[in-house]
């Protein structure tokens, strides 16, 4: 866009020294032939004012936008640094949250298989107990681990567990081993 703006004020430029050099060596100056050589007169000096007071209105009009021009292209070189550096920002923290998101999913590996050796070994120590002491403990414990170490037991084990609890209880429960 500069680029522009600075062609065509070369060519005003280029046009007000034309017209006035060409004033200067006489070039507006008619001669008609006829029986007798006559000069019409010159253009008037009025009209040659006007029409270089225009030209300078419109050299000034491009020079005004030449600076608007630049000033934009300031403010679209800052506005470019700015997102520039706000997408080396997002790109950091992209793979810091990746990194996050890894450490997290191992962590939960890790957790998953603990919690998977805890539930076997609590299997173990209430398949271990009468039905009656495992059940009180069962019937105040969350359903969810409930279900998980009575799906780890025997069959034969859970079911006189079950047979022990209260029906509501019960009944939740076996609905729960029934979807997992």
């Known amino acids: 866009m500069p680029i522009i703006g600075i062609v065509l004020a070369a060519c005003v430029m280029f046009c007000l020294a034309f017209i006035f050099f060409s004033y200067q060596a006489g070039f507006f100056k008619v001669t008609v032939k006829g029986p007798e050589e006559k000069k019409i007169k010159e253009p ?68 998953g298989e603990a919690e998977e050796k805890n539930v076997l070994l609590l299997a173990k120590m209430y398949s271990a107990m009468k039905p009656a002491d495992a059940v009180k403990i069962f019937e105040k414990m969350n359903d969810d681990t409930a279900v998980s170490i009575l799906a780890k037991m025997k069959p034969q084990v859970s079911s006189r567990i079950l047979g022990k609890m209260k029906p509501s209880k019960g009944t939740l429960i076996s609905e729960m081993l029934r979807m997992k």
């Open 44 to 111: 008037d000096a009025e009209k040659i004012k006007e029409i270089m007071a225009v030209l300078e209105k419109e050299k000034t009009l491009w020079d005004d936008r030449n600076k608007e021009s630049a000033n934009s292209e300031a403010q679209n070189s800052s506005v470019m640094s700015q997102v520039e550096v706000e997408k080396k920002w997002v790109e950091s923290s992209k793979d810091e949250f990746l990194k996050m998101i890894e450490e997290i999913n191992k962590n939960s590996t890790n957790r």
